[in-house]
């Protein structure tokens, strides 16, 4: 299809306003037709910008995954903490947009944002990380933390006692127990598995070490 000779709307407004109407109305409801009415234009007009809906749902994967902030901090042992904040970030950016979490399924972080993998293995090395640990960090992080956020944005919000819903406590007495006994939220949850793993991969590297020493 030709393009317009001149762009009628910007290649950011666009991206906002597919967030929005996925945000809104569902991201069955979003199509090129939709966000052209959305923006007042013609379909044709997106194509300045973008070759089709693939571009336009990837650039929206971009957005909401470059979304939160890179932390502040200073590399050194305690290098973990930089990736747990990195981490609750990314959770709270997926949260706000529940309605697009499933893009970031088909457009992956690491596809969509190497530079910032760049940025945190730069970190890393910077650290003192050796750097046979960095894929298994930078790879591990991103299974670990889309895949938990994912399943806490569709699943919708919940309170500590209903992180495992329609728990009987006649027939499942066991992990009602457990559930009364929680004390941690679901992003209290969250933060500590991240933390667990990087500590997990620590310990392991440093138990690694000794047997070879």
Do not use: C
Request: aromatic share 6%; glycine share 6%; net charge neutral.
């Amino acid at each position: 299809m030709p393009r317009p000779s001149k762009p009628l709307i910007s290649r950011a407004s666009a991206v906002a306003a597919s967030i929005e109407i996925i945000d809104t109305e569902g991201l069955e409801a979003f199509s090129l037709p939709r966000l052209a009415k959305h923006l007042g234009v013609r379909a044709p007009s997106l194509y300045h910008h973008f070759s089709d809906k693939s571009e336009i749902l990837s650039a929206v994967a971009r957005q909401i995954a470059g979304a939160g902030s890179i932390p502040r901090r200073k590399p050194g042992p305690d290098w973990p903490e930089y990736f747990v904040s990195i981490a609750l970030n990314f959770r709270q950016s997926i949260l706000r947009h529940r309605n697009a979490a499933p893009i970031l399924l088909q457009y992956l972080p690491r596809d969509l944002l190497i530079g910032t993998y760049e940025e945190t293995a730069r970190f890393l090395e910077a650290s003192g990380v050796p750097a046979r640990m960095h894929v298994q960090i930078l790879d591990g992080m991103e299974r670990l933390s889309l895949g938990a956020a994912l399943t806490e944005a569709m699943r919708g919000p919940s309170t500590r006692s209903t992180i495992f819903p329609n728990v009987d406590p006649e027939s499942q007495p066991t992990l009602a127990h457990a559930l009364a006994e929680n004390e941690l939220t679901s992003k209290k949850l969250y933060e500590e598995m991240v933390r667990s793993f990087l500590y997990g991969v620590m310990r392991d590297e440093a138990d690694a070490t000794a047997r070879s020493a």
